[in-house]
């Protein structure tokens, strides 16, 4: 009752003094409650407008607002979205993430909520990690609210539980891509029908495995060691250790320990009655039991590179307000509510008890419909979600204890200046994705293919462009004296 107690006298507040953002006019009064359309990412479920209307009717009892819950599908959101902020269409409020979040902050699409969350907004703020606050800061101004949850989230390795205990498999001995090999290969032998290493064409970031990370998010291969408190650029194609990971990678597809069609699927998902051993994913502590849900068999993991905080670990999941909202107030609101208020954040992440989930004796949620699913990473405060039944019941202890001990990148709140690079950003980005999926799924010859994508990135500039972005970088260093002791690499 405190947590609701304090929302409603945030909105007492609100309407008493504005939302600290003078260029916006309050709407006139009206008869029909305010209903925020809001836009985030994630498949249609079946159940969306039977939890929408439940959500309503909880935000009108508690906070007096409905809202117009719209999931965009994932291979759907990013082109549909641009179109909206773009052409000005209706919105409130809108999932965004790292240089998407960046560039529509810089070009005013966002509202600015720093004065908020100075102020009224105090207690949103604090719930919040401070590293995430960190990466999200633009020029000094925070114009979204992260999601708060896991600062560093690490590749890891997604085993079958089944496959792992019928061949009594250790897990632990096979932190790194090339140590799968064996493992892949005796699947494969003994396995047929399974298939070893499963890709498709939306990877996660296996620069990571490198031990780099984007400077300017994954468009460009352009990066950064996370652990250099010199913060040196350098083109990721350039490096010893990709040219190794590469090389794996295509002996790995040679065998046929990677699926032939691995730049031809378009999610990371389960078909029909097909097996997997072995997956590649980022996430945090205790995942297990959340991927295994996601996949539909039981998974066990294991981390596979050091969790550093990062611009894009931290602006990997944001909540923003469109800047000519006409109801900041609630839509602001609705941000608290769903960092705040438990009953709020958990339907909107499980749907409707005794529908969509039940409860355990242990007070945790048993899945009994497949009917609605919300996509965690995209919504408010993880840590007032109940635990599933599988996880441990202290499973938000274990990330706060996994929270305390990530190291922060050494570029943690750089934000690029590309007003005058856009030109040379787009050819050269564009130059990096017609090669980027064939080899980081393995089906092309490395040596011949990445010599073709440095040859057609230098013709499209990335030299000067790679640059520009270290002197500003130098200059932010400098600016910031950001380069602390427990940054650098033993």
Request: aromatic share 10%; with cysteine.
């Amino acid at each position: 009752m405190r947590v609701i107690q304090t929302i409603m006298l945030f909105l007492v507040m609100l309407q008493l003094v504005g939302c600290s953002q003078p260029q916006i006019e309050k709407t006139h009064e009206e008869e029909d409650p305010v209903v925020l359309r809001y836009y985030t990412i994630g498949r249609e479920d079946r159940d969306l407008e039977q939890v929408n209307q439940a959500l309503n009717e909880l935000l009108m009892e508690r906070y007096g607002f409905q809202v117009d819950y719209r999931k965009i599908d994932w291979n759907e959101y990013e082109n549909t979205i641009n179109g909206v902020l773009n052409t000005n269409q209706d919105f409130d409020v809108v999932f965004t993430w790292d240089m998407h979040y960046v560039k529509n902050a810089s070009n005013g699409v966002l509202l600015e909520l720093s004065n908020y969350l100075a102020g009224e907004g105090k207690p949103l703020y604090d719930v919040v990690n401070p590293k995430l606050w960190q990466g999200a800061k633009i020029q000094g101004k925070i114009y979204g609210v992260p999601t708060n949850k896991e600062l560093a989230p690490v590749v890891q390795f997604l085993f079958s539980q089944e496959l792992v205990d019928k061949y009594d498999i250790q897990i632990e001995d096979y932190q790194t891509l090339a140590s799968l090999e064996p493992v892949l290969t005796m699947i494969s032998q003994k396995e047929p029908g399974v298939i070893p290493l499963l890709f498709t064409s939306e990877r996660v970031n296996l620069a990571e495995l490198t031990g780099y990370e984007y400077a300017v998010g994954g468009d460009l291969p352009l990066v950064v060691r996370s652990g250099d408190p010199e913060c040196k650029i350098v083109n990721l194609y350039e490096t010893p250790e990709m040219e190794q990971l590469q090389a794996t990678l295509h002996r790995f597809y040679q065998k046929g320990l990677i699926n032939a069609d691995a730049t031809l699927r378009t999610a990371i998902s389960r078909f029909q009655d097909e097996q997997v051993f072995c997956r590649i994913a980022v996430g945090g502590p205790e995942a297990s039991a959340s991927f295994t849900v996601d996949f539909g068999y039981p998974i066990v993991s294991q981390f596979a590179n050091k969790p550093w905080v990062t611009n894009t670990s931290a602006r990997g999941g944001i909540m923003a307000i469109n800047a000519h909202t006409p109801h900041p107030k609630e839509a602001l609101a609705f941000l608290s509510a769903i960092n705040l208020d438990p009953d709020v954040r958990n339907m909107l992440n499980f749907g409707i008890e005794n529908v969509h989930y039940q409860l355990s004796e242990q007070d945790q949620v048993e899945v009994i419909s497949d009917g609605y699913r919300g996509v965690p990473y995209t919504q408010g405060n993880w840590y007032i979600l109940k635990t599933m039944v599988g996880e441990d019941p202290e499973k938000w202890e274990h990330y706060r204890a996994y929270n305390a001990q990530a190291s922060s990148s050494c570029l943690l709140g750089f934000n690029p200046d590309l007003s005058e690079l856009e030109q040379e950003y787009i050819l050269v980005s564009k130059a990096y994705q017609r090669f980027d999926n064939a080899l980081l799924t393995g089906s092309v010859d490395p040596d011949t293919f990445r010599n073709m994508a440095l040859d057609s990135m230098k013709e499209a500039g990335i030299n000067h462009l790679q640059q520009q972005l270290q002197n500003q970088v130098d200059h932010w260093l400098m600016e910031n004296n950001r380069i602390p002791e427990d940054n650098k690499e033993s």
